[in-house]
């Protein structure tokens, strides 16, 4: 069973209000991803981390920000939220390339935002 | 451009066998992943190609032909407990996933 955590699981909030969504792993992976996903619709990336200190923008990265301070821990920012940030946020790291490049994925956060 | 198409919807019948296809444009090719994902769950890894061929596990199988850009996972003994999408994700030459949108696979009894 992977060991990756995201809170909230659930969050309803008002447009403009600032939100972080935290992502946790106990795995020691050096990557890390956070991904956009809409029902049905394909997964977006949004940033990536390969480690401590290294972040990166995907294709939907503009409206937020990421920090990777620790190995376990990455964060991401929605400065001021909007209606079009309601979907799904699933969080998501791996330990190499290849095969090992398996992604182990959190629960996800469901935002939703009004 | 990079993209992966795999049928939006298929429905198969409890005990029969499905087989979903996914067809790639990428810039490189490092392996193909099959993920499942059950309604409102996160993915879960199901397999990985990166040579031509077949590769079982289980009633899981899964196939692919780089020359032809394409891949299929065969789903044997169907249960009801794999009604779920399953989206294929090809690695490029920058070691980035790129998805599919996934197929939903209806089993019906």
């Known amino acids: 069973e992977a060991d990756i955590y995201q809170t909230p699981r659930y969050l309803v909030i008002g447009t403009g209000k600032k939100i972080t969504l935290e992502c946790s792993q106990t795995?020691?992976?050096?990557?890390m991803y956070w991904y956009q996903q809409d029902p049905g619709m394909e997964l977006h990336l949004i940033h990536y981390?390969?480690?401590?200190?290294?972040?990166e923008k995907g294709d939907l990265s503009s409206e937020s920000t990421v920090s990777r301070i620790r190995t376990e821990h990455f964060p991401l920012t929605l400065e001021s939220a909007r209606p079009s940030h309601t979907s799904q946020y699933l969080c998501?790291?791996?330990?190499?390339?290849?095969?090992?490049?398996?992604?182990?994925f959190g629960e996800g956060s469901r935002l939703t935002v009004l | 451009g990079q993209n992966i198409d795999q049928p939006t919807e298929m429905t198969a019948t409890e005990g029969a066998i499905v087989q979903i296809n996914c067809t790639y444009q990428t810039s490189g090719f490092n392996g193909l992943f099959w993920y499942q994902q059950h309604a409102g769950e996160a993915p879960t890894f199901l397999s990985y190609?990166?040579l031509d061929g077949l590769e079982e596990k289980g009633r899981f199988s899964s196939f692919l032909s780089r020359s032809k850009g394409y891949s299929y996972l065969l789903l044997k003994e169907l249960q009801m407990k794999d009604s779920a999408s399953y989206l294929c994700a090809v690695m490029d030459s920058n070691y980035q996933l790129i998805w599919g949108a996934g197929t939903k696979l209806i089993i019906k009894p």
């Open positions: 998501a790291s791996s330990d190499g390339q290849g095969e090992a490049g398996e992604l182990f």
């Open positions: 981390s390969y480690g401590v200190n290294s972040t």
């Open positions: 190609n990166v």
């Open positions: 795995m020691g992976h050096d990557k």
